[in-house]
């Protein structure tokens, strides 16, 4: 069983952040997703990322508190440990333990991010060219080793978490650590499901009922290479519009993707089968590590 992205419960108005805590100023609600809303704030006189948690009353039985507790801290320890501009950074506000209306509350703040998601561009029919598409990958995959060099691999890799800034000293960003994984580290997801995620950026290792054998940085090459496969065709390799999720993971799991260079014959064949490479359905055939698949891009720079 695969557990479902939920929508957050209980979306605190920025009136009732400004009650709870008066200090930060000029607050806006950004998005939602899971159990995280995140609204652009004034924090200590910078403007940042502020992330509202919120965390259900606590059932013994069920642990969902204490795995969105577990998952905040991990992101956080994440973020403090890893070094690199293509990553998002922590902002001003450390966690706190907040009470906003009637329920708890984590809260904390990251940088903001100013810019443009990917599924914002894709959606508008943006087609990137060769130099573009170049960076992006290279972008991704520094995030990407610098998230491997401490253990960790991020879960989320899609078109949503990544924001083009216009900056050309960060010009790509990645987001949101909210689910990502230690390696060899404790469990904190409960019993009730399979790996946390979207399913359209999942490999297909993580639909297996073994996938917790199998998590490595490759499972994240592969999600990445979906999401600049689709940033660079405005199509998915896989998944078809309109049909169920049961038949998306079906495709996922048995079908071959579509090949990059049938819908980008302008773009050169050999990074056209990198972005091919890094989607293949067995772990062992794609990049064993971001910095492989780096050397790789080398060659067409």
């Given at each position: 069983?695969?557990e479902?992205?939920?929508?957050?419960?209980?979306?605190?108005?920025?009136?009732?952040?400004?009650?709870?805590?008066?200090?930060?100023?000029?607050?806006?609600?950004?998005?939602?997703?899971?159990?995280k809303?995140?609204?652009?704030?004034?924090?200590?006189?910078?403007?940042?990322?502020?992330?509202?948690?919120?965390?259900?009353?606590?059932?013994?039985?069920?642990?969902?508190?204490?795995?969105i507790?577990?998952?905040?801290?991990?992101e956080?320890?994440?973020?403090?440990?890893?070094?690199?501009?293509?990553?998002?950074?922590?902002?001003?506000?450390?966690?706190e333990?907040?009470?906003i209306?009637?329920?708890?509350?984590?809260?904390y703040?990251?940088e903001?991010?100013?810019?443009?998601?990917?599924?914002?561009?894709?959606?508008?029919?943006?087609?990137?060219?060769?130099?573009?598409?170049?960076?992006l990958?290279?972008?991704?995959?520094?995030?990407?080793?610098a998230?491997?060099?401490?253990?960790?691999?991020?879960?989320?890799?899609?078109?949503g978490?990544?924001?083009?800034?216009?900056n050309?000293?960060?010009?790509?960003?990645?987001?949101?650590?909210?689910?990502?994984?230690?390696?060899h580290?404790?469990?904190i997801?409960?019993?009730?499901?399979?790996?946390?995620?979207?399913?359209?950026y999942?490999a297909?290792e993580?639909?297996r009922?073994?996938?917790k054998n199998l998590?490595d940085?490759?499972?994240?090459?592969?999600?990445?290479?979906?999401?600049?496969?689709?940033?660079?065709?405005?199509?998915?390799?896989?998944?078809?519009?309109?049909?169920?999720?049961?038949?998306?993971?079906?495709?996922?799991?048995t079908?071959p993707?579509?090949?990059?260079?049938?819908?980008?014959?302008?773009?050169?064949?050999t990074?056209?089968?990198i972005?091919?490479?890094?989607?293949?359905?067995?772990?062992?055939?794609?990049?064993?590590?971001?910095?492989a698949?780096?050397?790789?891009?080398?060659?067409?720079s």
């Amino acid at each position: 069983m695969i557990e479902r992205v939920k929508n957050m419960e209980n979306i605190p108005s920025v009136d009732d952040i400004k009650s709870a805590k008066p200090d930060i100023g000029n607050i806006d609600h950004v998005d939602t997703g899971g159990f995280k809303a995140v609204y652009k704030a004034t924090v200590r006189g910078r403007i940042e990322a502020l992330k509202v948690v919120y965390l259900p009353p606590q059932i013994e039985e069920d642990g969902m508190r204490d795995e969105i507790v577990a998952r905040v801290k991990r992101e956080i320890e994440a973020l403090k440990r890893c070094d690199s501009e293509c990553l998002v950074q922590l902002g001003t506000m450390e966690l706190e333990l907040m009470r906003i209306g009637s329920h708890d509350y984590l809260v904390y703040s990251e940088e903001f991010i100013e810019g443009e998601s990917l599924r914002d561009q894709i959606q508008q029919g943006y087609r990137p060219n060769l130099a573009e598409l170049i960076v992006l990958t290279r972008c991704l995959m520094k995030a990407l080793s610098a998230i491997q060099a401490i253990d960790y691999i991020h879960r989320d890799v899609k078109p949503g978490n990544i924001i083009t800034t216009g900056n050309e000293e960060r010009p790509f960003v990645l987001l949101d650590l909210g689910i990502a994984y230690k390696i060899h580290g404790t469990q904190i997801t409960a019993k009730r499901g399979g790996p946390p995620g979207t399913i359209l950026y999942m490999a297909p290792e993580l639909f297996r009922p073994d996938y917790k054998n199998l998590l490595d940085i490759r499972s994240d090459i592969y999600s990445a290479g979906v999401t600049i496969f689709e940033f660079a065709s405005g199509i998915h390799p896989l998944a078809k519009r309109g049909e169920d999720e049961h038949t998306t993971i079906y495709r996922i799991v048995t079908q071959p993707p579509i090949k990059l260079f049938g819908l980008r014959p302008d773009l050169p064949q050999t990074f056209c089968q990198i972005i091919d490479r890094c989607i293949k359905k067995m772990p062992a055939l794609r990049y064993t590590s971001p910095s492989a698949l780096l050397k790789s891009l080398e060659e067409i720079s």
